[in-house]
């Protein structure tokens, strides 16, 4: 392994089209850290907390989940969508208060380049790969440095020199210091993104829950009156 110092030269993107401000750069940083996979994931995180807040305002009803993995399948996205942007939100933010206006801009150009987008794909690729006592091979840069030879086998000609320009400049070492603590930081946003929900109080005036209690087999309810007139007053207060 190699040990190198990085930094960000942007001359490969000359006429790349930039955001339009810090923020901006800093959002499209944000979701760029994440990809659908992992979005979805994130979703199912909050569809399953969402439902357990849902089964406790049930319970005073008398009415029991019993299958909770159905129930979470009717949880509309505009619930998720609550865990995801609250991701988003958080990330934009770690992102202005990592780095200056001008070095947003420059790690959002490299962002967008093929290398990058390369690189990332394959690191999440090898770090998710079953055998935590497997070593893992270093792809994107930090203060540890990278395997040259291998970024050169991932990397066509024109996308190494795409890598080594952002990474020989003043703001490529700035990121290449702070890269770790940061994905750390995101990552664990990513896993706590539920979190957001707490914001907003659960109901069960929701379209979706008529649909789970009027289901074969996701609830019991001893009382079939009990259910009747939930659904009847559900329906009412949604008119």
């Avoid at 109901?203 to 079939?224: D, M, Q, R, S, Y």
Wanted: hydrophobic share 45%; with cysteine.
């Amino acid at each position: 392994m190699i040990r190198l110092l990085f930094s960000v030269v942007i001359i490969f993107c000359i006429g790349t089209k930039v955001s339009a401000s810090s923020k901006d750069d800093a959002a499209y940083l944000a979701r760029q850290f994440i990809f659908e996979e992992q979005i979805q994931e994130m979703r199912e995180r909050a569809a399953k907390a969402y439902v357990a807040r849902l089964a406790r305002l049930l319970s005073e009803y008398s009415i029991k989940v019993k299958d909770f993995g159905r129930f979470e399948d009717l949880v509309p996205q505009a619930i998720t969508d609550i865990a995801v942007n609250g991701f988003l939100d958080d990330g934009t933010q770690r992102y202005l208060e990592t780095f200056t206006a001008q070095q947003l801009n420059e790690i959002a150009i490299f962002h967008r380049s093929g290398a990058w987008q390369k690189l990332y794909r394959i690191s999440y690729e090898e770090m998710s790969r079953e055998g935590p006592g497997e070593e893992k091979t270093i792809i994107i840069p930090n203060f540890h440095g990278y395997e040259e030879s291998k970024i050169k086998e991932l990397l066509s000609f024109q996308e190494f020199l795409q890598f080594r320009a952002f990474f020989d400049s003043e703001t490529g070492k700035v990121f290449m210091d702070e890269v770790e603590s940061l994905f750390f930081h995101l990552a664990f946003d990513a896993l706590a993104a539920s979190v957001h929900l707490r914001r907003f109080e659960a109901t069960i005036n929701a379209e979706f829950v008529v649909e789970a209690l009027e289901a074969k087999g996701i609830v019991e309810i001893p009382n079939p009156i009990v259910r009747k007139n939930l659904i009847a007053q559900i329906k009412k207060e949604l008119r």
